[in-house]
């Protein structure tokens, strides 16, 4: 066997791993939260870095389209977030984008994370989601690791277990996609479209 071939059986079997421990009472009570927000015509932020923001825009895009909430992205307008972080700093400029936007205790904060956040790294998310819970908006993570602070403050954590230390980026950021797509489907499953 080849080093690529061995390399794909391990990653392969690795994201089987991932998808065999996903919560299901997790994944459910977020499908439940989501379709209450849905049904009180709250709206839905999504935040992410790197290749957690990308995600967060194509969410974006399906829990508008696909689910009818209405839903944004601070990393949607760069224009916007680079002057937030000019004036206020990194760790700042999403909670700033989500007092700018009028987050409320109608609203629903997504997180996009691979390590959820911690006092070196993805500082930005955590302060959104303390802000967030602040003004008692309902928090909802999809998480790597071991969930990070978000994953301690959110209402609701769906956490993508990692296997090794080099797939733990690509496997969640992956997994963020299935779950998200399994949540915004699931808002119209037994509802007539």
Known sequence: MTGVTSY??????????????????????????????????GRMFIVGVGGSAANASHAVNDFRKIGGIESYAPTDNVAELTAWINDESWDRSMERWLRGSRLSDNDALMVLSVGGGNDQTSLNLVRAAEYAKEVGAEVFAIVGRDGGRTGGIADSTILLPPQSDDTITPLTESFQAIVWHLIVTALNEGTAK
Request: no cysteine; glycine share 0%; net charge negative.
């Open 8 to 41: 794909i059986d391990r990653y392969l079997d690795e994201a089987r791993s991932v998808l065999d421990a996903l919560d299901h009472e997790a994944l459910s009570n977020a499908i439940e939260k989501i379709r209450h927000l849905r049904d009180r015509n």
